[in-house]
């Protein structure tokens, strides 16, 4: 191969890759929307095609079957909140102030993202298996705890907040009192008798949520 066939056949290589790419999360984005609609046993590769608009043996190329998609999916959700976390740039904060933030970030993205909440009652309803084969699903959930960590250790060397506080069973609070109250929101304000997904009842949730969990974590 002479020097100008090299230097012609790498931009075909990395547009090539790009396609890959841009087929792959075109693909992701499809079955995500297909899986939140109609889980994991009612989605069908056909309809995620359709999509997609791409041809079915495509998504196979990339994807092996059905529960390989559902992992991806699963993973690309994982890492598309993680990312946005990141982004909070939570160590530069105040721990109160961080603590807070990661609050309403949380809630806020949950608001967002309803498709967010309805793959993991999927995911729950198949006992998670998919997660528990995926290494890399844990690979981007352990730094968020880590980064907790070190906000909770540097507000207790600060004197703000009190020791002994296990991230993880904070962060599993933050994220169940905003998960719960959204999931379970229609049958909540049937039996109470009360729309809280009113402008005023999402605020008095995120403030309630906020007086949680800083009240438990400030000394004194």
Same mark, same amino acid.
Do not use: P, V, W, Y
């Given at each position: 191969m002479t020097r100008g066939t090299r230097l012609h056949a790498a931009p075909a290589a990395e547009e090539r890759v790009?396609?890959?790419?841009?087929?792959?999360?075109?693909i992701l984005a499809a079955a995500r929307d297909e899986f939140a609609e109609l889980g994991l046993g009612g989605a069908r590769m056909d309809r995620i095609a359709e999509r997609a608009g791409l041809n079915k043996r495509l998504i196979y190329y990339y994807f092996q079957d059905k529960e390989t998609l559902f992992q991806a999916v699963l993973e690309q959700s994982y890492r598309d909140i993680r990312e946005a976390e990141r982004h909070l740039n939570l160590l530069e904060l105040r721990p109160a102030d961080a603590l807070r933030r990661l609050v309403e970030f949380t809630w806020s993205y949950y608001l967002d993202h309803p498709e967010f909440l309805?793959?993991?009652?999927?995911?729950?309803?198949?006992?998670?298996?998919? &997660? %528990?084969?995926? #290494? +890399?699903?844990r690979e981007l959930n352990s730094p968020l705890i880590e980064m907790l960590a070190q906000i &909770? %250790?540097?507000? #207790? +060397?600060?004197?703000?907040f009190r020791g002994g506080v296990d991230p993880l069973q904070l962060y599993i609070s933050i994220a169940g009192m905003s998960y719960f109250y959204l999931s379970n929101n229609?049958?909540?304000?049937?039996?109470?008798?009360?729309?809280?997904?009113?402008?005023?009842a999402r605020q008095e949730r995120l403030t309630h949520m906020c007086d949680v969990v800083l009240g438990y974590v400030l000394r004194g």
């Open positions: 790009r396609d890959a790419d841009r087929s792959q999360s075109t309805t793959l993991l009652n999927s995911a729950n309803l198949h006992k998670a298996r998919h &997660l %528990e084969q995926s #290494r +890399r699903a &909770l %250790e540097r507000g #207790r +060397r600060e004197g703000s229609h049958t909540l304000s049937a039996i109470f008798g009360r729309d809280l997904l009113t402008a005023k």
